[in-house]
């Protein structure tokens, strides 16, 4: 069908699609086109859109763009390259395909869509998922502030938005369980945890059905849009539902004193290699948005079938506004960068020191405020963690996972590299520039076997993903402690929730920026999956409904997040105190089981330490005890003083409620020594 609505040439300043009054302005990036079309639907299902054609009179640059009169919010729209400068370089180019706009707000998916009929070749009018043009400048933020909590204080909860309520014993209303919306109403938990900020698993608009396997997309690392927050996790379908219902999400967690994180996939697409769906990057620039070989073939650093081509300049300018978007329009807090070492690879696909895109963004004015936080390694090998270009970076590292985990299972030769990993790993962030909470610490997230899991099985079981086993990670630094899998055993039971308690503590109290994962203080479980990747369903909801040891978990980590803060290991983001300064400091305040001797031979697996807590002006000792039988200890004196008076705040060893005292008005005196338990941790404090 020809056009039927007057237009203009309209203009590039914006790309995507702005309403302006009288109509709709639309702009989009296409280099080697010389002529493209815009498709203007009446349904995501229409197979008669009005066709309107884009010339050399709607070209600026590389650009093209139209004003079209008469249409507004609401409108379903798509793009077709019909002419590109050299089609034999371009193998993805076809007249027929309907392509998504890259920076559109909203996606529709027609009632029988299924993916792969758009992997097919020839027109998908009927089968692809299409852009709706959306005025999103009507919300009303009631003066919405961000909560820009110090590191220091800092905890960071790891949670899917859909897992989170809607298994029906989270008790949300039922329509908005699994949404922005159901997760509102469990901010008062959020708040009793003492959680700071959450980090929200992707909510880019991706496909759900994308899975090798054929189940589903779960965890939402397959992004078709970097600019619309994902439809299905709304509990209101309108025109206007997902992204006000993140927005009124925001808001509301921001009103609770909680920062919002969200998990961003800028490292590959939906579209996956030759063999995928065509959406929109590979119809528009192949070459510019994805890495490929000199025979054309998708470079696949990040197991998913393509790599974003993030060096070039449109990939890196796309980047940067995606972060503006969800900053500025959505209010979000921060984000942590999924494989982020992927943006340090140039077009060609090989790492540069100088990575232009990382560094953008650490030094962009508009994202100052912005908290930034990389995966920094791929998936074909590239490891940055502690060289990440950029010295905003957050990193998560790995390495302190894999130590606090290894000391846990009780591993010889640990102990030199554990107080590293506790004192914020400055042998691995070794520049005088670094702070010290560069380091993301965490001993779980949502890649790997949960917490409760960490401590009951030794090998993974994969088996209900549907590829034999063979998914997810082999080497976890796991123990059983007796037994693999759920038992009655009480003395297992025991021993696994007291190392619970002691990898909660032990990621709680080192010195870095602390993330926990969803459902780790009420020991939920995936059933020894570790790769939980297509599981919508009960293995990955959590489930409200806690036993007696739950309770007690959940109990411990509220007050050990609540001591945290109060009695961390550092005052504020004093960002001149160094991690070697801070090593130093800790190294003269090592102990063993007499004080000022620390053991730290090949077969040590306790240590002491001793630091001062400046914002409540008291000493803090704690004893780290993972050897099988107990040890007494002999308690050094405060220093500054002659008193050998400490009062007990933690021992994971204690059953509930005596294992955290630290904010009761009952506590043990101890002097002289103290008796701590095989695998246990201490904490405690002077008068």
Same mark, same amino acid.
């Given at each position: 069908?020809?056009?039927?609505?007057?237009?203009?040439?309209?203009?590039?300043?914006?790309?995507?699609?702005?309403?302006?009054?009288?109509?709709?302005?639309?702009?989009?990036?296409?280099?080697?086109?010389?002529?493209?079309?815009?498709?203007?639907?009446?349904?995501?299902?229409?197979?008669?859109?009005?066709?309107?054609?884009?010339?050399?009179?709607?070209?600026?640059?590389?650009?093209?763009?139209?004003?079209?009169?008469?249409?507004?919010?609401?409108?379903?729209?798509?793009?077709?390259?019909?002419?590109?400068?050299?089609?034999?370089?371009?193998?993805?180019?076809?007249?027929?395909?309907?392509?998504?706009?890259?920076?559109?707000?909203?996606?529709?998916?027609?009632?029988?869509?299924?993916?792969?009929?758009?992997?097919?070749?020839?027109?998908?009018?009927?089968?692809?998922?299409?852009?709706?043009?959306?005025?999103?400048?009507?919300?009303?933020?009631?003066?919405?502030?961000?909560?820009?909590?110090?590191?220091?204080?800092?905890?960071?909860?790891?949670?899917?938005?859909?897992?989170?309520?809607?298994?029906?014993?989270?008790?949300?209303?039922?329509?908005?369980?699994?949404?922005?919306?159901?997760?509102?109403? !469990?901010?008062?938990?959020?708040?009793? @945890?003492?959680? +700071?900020? =959450?980090?929200?698993?992707?909510? #880019?608009? &991706? $496909?759900?059905?994308?899975?090798?396997?054929?189940?589903?997309?779960?965890?939402?690392?397959?992004?078709?849009?970097?600019?619309?927050?994902?439809?299905?996790?709304?509990?209101?379908?309108?025109?206007?539902?997902?992204?006000?219902?993140?927005?009124?999400?925001?808001?509301?967690?921001?009103?609770?004193?909680?920062?919002?994180?969200?998990?961003?996939?800028?490292?590959?697409?939906?579209?996956?290699?030759?063999?995928?769906?065509?959406?929109?990057?590979?119809?528009?620039?192949?070459?510019?948005?994805?890495?490929?070989?000199?025979?054309?073939?998708?470079?696949?650093?990040?197991?998913?079938?393509?790599?974003?081509?993030?060096?070039?300049?449109?990939?890196? !300018?796309?980047?940067?506004?995606?972060? @503006?978007?969800? +900053?500025? =329009?959505?209010?979000?807090?921060? #984000?942590? &960068? $999924?494989?982020?070492?992927?943006?340090?690879?140039?077009?060609?696909?090989?790492?540069?020191?100088?990575?232009?895109?990382?560094?953008?963004?650490?030094?962009?004015?508009?994202?100052?405020?912005?908290?930034?936080?990389?995966?920094?390694?791929?998936?074909?090998?590239?490891?940055?963690?502690?060289?990440?270009?950029?010295?905003?970076?957050?990193?998560?590292?790995?390495?302190?996972?894999?130590?606090?985990?290894?000391?846990?299972?009780?591993?010889?030769?640990?102990?030199?590299?554990?107080?590293?990993?506790?004192?914020?790993?400055?042998?691995?962030?070794?520049?005088?520039?670094?702070?010290?909470?560069?380091?993301?610490?965490?001993?779980?997230?949502?890649?790997?076997?949960?917490?409760?899991?960490?401590?009951?099985?030794?090998?993974?079981?994969?088996?209900?993903?549907?590829?034999?086993?063979?998914?997810?990670?082999?080497?976890?630094?796991?123990?059983?402690?007796?037994?693999?899998?759920?038992?009655?055993?009480?003395?297992?039971?025991?021993?696994?929730?007291?190392?619970?308690?002691?990898?909660?503590?032990?990621?709680?109290?080192?010195?870095?920026?602390?993330?926990?994962?969803?459902?780790?203080?009420?020991?939920?479980?995936?059933?020894?999956?570790?790769?939980?990747?297509?599981?919508?369903?009960?293995?990955?909801?959590?489930?409200?409904?806690?036993?007696?040891?739950?309770?007690?978990?959940?109990?411990?980590?509220?007050?050990?997040?609540?001591?945290?803060?109060?009695?961390?290991?550092?005052?504020?983001?004093?960002?001149?105190?160094?991690?070697?300064?801070?090593?130093?400091?800790?190294?003269?305040?090592?102990?063993?089981?007499?004080?000022?001797?620390?053991?730290?031979?090949?077969?040590?697996?306790?240590?002491?330490?001793?630091?001062?807590?400046?914002?409540?002006?008291?000493?803090?000792?704690?004893?780290?005890?993972?050897?099988?039988?107990?040890?007494?200890?002999?308690?050094?004196?405060?220093?500054?003083?002659?008193?050998?008076?400490?009062?007990?705040?933690?021992?994971?060893?204690?059953?509930?409620?005596?294992?955290?005292?630290?904010?009761?008005?009952?506590?043990?005196?101890?002097?002289?020594?103290?008796?701590?338990?095989?695998?246990?941790?201490?904490?405690?404090?002077?008068?």
């Amino acid at each position: 069908m020809g056009s039927r609505h007057e237009t203009a040439p309209g203009h590039c300043r914006v790309l995507g699609a702005t309403v302006e009054e009288g109509g709709v302005n639309f702009a989009i990036y296409c280099r080697n086109a010389t002529h493209i079309e815009l498709l203007l639907f009446s349904t995501p299902e229409d197979l008669s859109p009005e066709i309107i054609r884009l010339d050399s009179r709607n070209k600026s640059g590389y650009y093209f763009h139209v004003f079209v009169q008469g249409i507004g919010d609401g409108q379903i729209y798509g793009w077709r390259v019909t002419g590109v400068q050299d089609p034999e370089k371009t193998p993805w180019w076809d007249p027929t395909k309907v392509l998504m706009d890259p920076y559109c707000n909203r996606i529709v998916f027609p009632r029988d869509y299924q993916r792969k009929k758009t992997c097919l070749p020839g027109s998908n009018l009927h089968s692809n998922p299409k852009s709706v043009v959306i005025d999103l400048s009507g919300f009303d933020w009631e003066g919405d502030v961000h909560p820009r909590h110090s590191f220091r204080r800092t905890v960071i909860y790891e949670m899917h938005v859909k897992g989170f309520t809607a298994d029906p014993s989270s008790e949300v209303t039922p329509a908005k369980r699994g949404t922005y919306a159901g997760l509102i109403e !469990k901010i008062p938990y959020l708040q009793e @945890l003492g959680i +700071t900020a =959450v980090e929200l698993l992707p909510v #880019f608009q &991706f $496909d759900p059905s994308a899975n090798m396997a054929g189940k589903t997309n779960y965890w939402g690392y397959d992004p078709i849009s970097f600019f619309a927050p994902h439809s299905f996790y709304s509990s209101d379908q309108s025109l206007h539902g997902p992204a006000d219902e993140f927005r009124s999400m925001v808001k509301a967690l921001h009103k609770a004193g909680i920062e919002v994180f969200i998990d961003v996939v800028y490292n590959h697409t939906s579209e996956g290699d030759s063999n995928g769906p065509v959406f929109n990057f590979k119809g528009l620039a192949l070459d510019e948005y994805y890495l490929t070989d000199s025979s054309g073939k998708f470079l696949n650093f990040t197991g998913c079938g393509n790599t974003i081509n993030a060096s070039s300049p449109m990939v890196k !300018k796309m980047i940067t506004d995606s972060l @503006l978007f969800w +900053t500025e =329009v959505m209010h979000v807090d921060g #984000f942590r &960068f $999924d494989l982020a070492s992927i943006l340090s690879r140039n077009t060609k696909g090989d790492p540069i020191s100088d990575a232009p895109t990382l560094l953008a963004i650490d030094i962009d004015n508009r994202l100052a405020n912005t908290r930034i936080i990389a995966e920094a390694w791929d998936a074909a090998g590239l490891y940055q963690v502690g060289s990440l270009p950029g010295r905003r970076w957050r990193e998560w590292n790995g390495q302190f996972r894999d130590v606090v985990r290894r000391f846990i299972r009780g591993d010889d030769n640990i102990m030199q590299t554990l107080i590293n990993r506790i004192n914020g790993s400055p042998d691995i962030y070794d520049s005088n520039d670094a702070d010290p909470y560069k380091s993301l610490n965490f001993v779980t997230c949502h890649d790997g076997f949960t917490l409760w899991d960490l401590v009951s099985y030794e090998k993974k079981h994969n088996h209900n993903n549907g590829e034999n086993n063979i998914d997810g990670a082999d080497y976890n630094f796991s123990c059983n402690n007796g037994v693999e899998g759920e038992t009655e055993d009480r003395q297992i039971n025991a021993l696994r929730l007291q190392q619970a308690k002691n990898f909660m503590f032990m990621n709680l109290f080192s010195l870095g920026t602390t993330m926990v994962l969803m459902g780790d203080e009420i020991l939920r479980t995936q059933k020894g999956n570790n790769n939980a990747y297509c599981q919508d369903n009960e293995i990955s909801y959590m489930n409200w409904k806690l036993n007696k040891m739950q309770k007690n978990m959940l109990r411990f980590t509220a007050n050990i997040i609540r001591a945290k803060t109060e009695v961390g290991n550092e005052d504020g983001d004093r960002d001149i105190i160094t991690l070697h300064d801070k090593l130093r400091a800790c190294q003269h305040t090592l102990h063993g089981v007499e004080p000022n001797q620390p053991d730290l031979s090949p077969s040590s697996h306790s240590v002491g330490m001793m630091y001062y807590a400046p914002l409540v002006k008291t000493h803090v000792y704690i004893y780290l005890n993972n050897y099988w039988d107990e040890l007494r200890i002999t308690l050094p004196n405060v220093p500054n003083t002659s008193s050998n008076n400490w009062y007990l705040c933690v021992d994971t060893s204690l059953p509930s409620p005596r294992d955290v005292s630290i904010f009761s008005d009952k506590r043990v005196l101890c002097q002289g020594s103290y008796r701590v338990r095989p695998r246990s941790i201490v904490m405690l404090i002077s008068g």
